[in-house]
C-alpha cells in the first residue's frame, strides 16, 4: 500500500490567495483527519470524517477554512482568504473506523502564506 | 475534559544514559499509542498499547501503560544520537463514544535531543 498521500508537498502563495490542499486515505480506512502543526502551536485536529461525514469541525480555525470529503479516496482542505498566520505544516491521517489501531499519517503539506 | 499531558516536552541528555517520557491522561481508556516525529518529518508510529499492562519494545525503546493510573511511560535504555526527534503519545478513546465518534487526543509532544 502507499500510504497516505498528500499534495501538494510544499505550496508558497500570497496572502489572500485561495490554498486547496489534497489528501488520499489509505485504502478501506474510513476515517479521515486534518491536522495542524506549528512550533507554536503543536499539533492540531482541526477536522475528521467517517464514512465521508464531517464528524467534529470544532478545531478548524475559521470560516476562511473548510475541508470536504467527496468519496471514501479523497479529500480537500480549503483556506479562501488564506493569510500569513496560515503558515503551518498540514498533515492528514487515516484509520479503519471502529477498529483497533493507530492513525496513519501522510508525509505533509508544508504551507507558506507570503 | 481530556487531557493528555506530556513530560518533560524537551529533554537534553547524553548518549549511554537512561531516560524515560510519561504521559498523564485524564480518562479511562485502555489503547495508548506511541509515534516518533523526526524533524522535517510526518509522525511515524511506534508502538501500540491495547490493555494494562501492555508492554512494548523495539529496540532501545520500551513503552508500558497502566490503565489504573492513566499513566504509560517510554523508557530509553543507552541512548543514542539516532533516537534523537519528537515522541508524542497520543489516547485513544473512540471504542468508549456513544455515538462512536473517532478520538484520538496527541499529547504536545516531548522533543528529546542526544548529545554525542
Known amino acids: 500500500d502507499a500510504g497516505v498521500i498528500q499534495s501538494p508537498r510544499h505550496e508558497v502563495t500570497e496572502m489572500g490567495q485561495e490554498v486547496t490542499l489534497r489528501c488520499k486515505p489509505i485504502s478501506g480506512h474510513n476515517s479521515l483527519f486534518w491536522y495542524r502543526q506549528t512550533m507554536m502551536r503543536g499539533l492540531e485536529l482541526l477536522i475528521y470524517f467517517n464514512n465521508n461525514v464531517p464528524i467534529d469541525d470544532s478545531g478548524m480555525p475559521e470560516d476562511r477554512f473548510s475541508a470536504k470529503m467527496p468519496n471514501a479516496s479523497f479529500s480537500t482542505l480549503k483556506i479562501q482568504p488564506s493569510e500569513p498566520r496560515d503558515s503551518a505544516v498540514y498533515f492528514c491521517?487515516?484509520?479503519?473506523?471502529?477498529?483497533?489501531?493507530?492513525?496513519?499519517f501522510g508525509p505533509g503539506t508544508r504551507l507558506t502564506v507570503t | 475534559e481530556l487531557k493528555v499531558e506530556q513530560n518533560p516536552l524537551f529533554l537534553s541528555m547524553q548518549e549511554g544514559k537512561n531516560y524515560t517520557i510519561y504521559c498523564n491522561y485524564s480518562?479511562?481508556?485502555?489503547?495508548l499509542y506511541w509515534y516518533r516525529q523526526d524533524p522535517g518529518k510526518s509522525l511515524e508510529s511506534l508502538f501500540v498499547?491495547?490493555?494494562?499492562?501492555a508492554v512494548k519494545q523495539e529496540g532501545r525503546l520500551m513503552a508500558s501503560l497502566d490503565t489504573k493510573a492513566r499513566l504509560s511511560t517510554l523508557h530509553i535504555t543507552a541512548a543514542v544520537h539516532d533516537l534523537s526527534a519528537t515522541y508524542f503519545c497520543a489516547v485513544d478513546i473512540a471504542y468508549q463514544t456513544m455515538n462512536r465518534d473517532d478520538k484520538i487526543i496527541f499529547g504536545k509532544g516531548t522533543r528529546l535531543h542526544i548529545l554525542p
Open positions: 491521517a487515516s484509520r479503519p473506523w471502529g477498529l483497533v489501531g493507530e492513525q496513519y
Open positions: 498499547l491495547l490493555s494494562n499492562g
Open positions: 480518562t479511562t481508556s485502555d489503547r
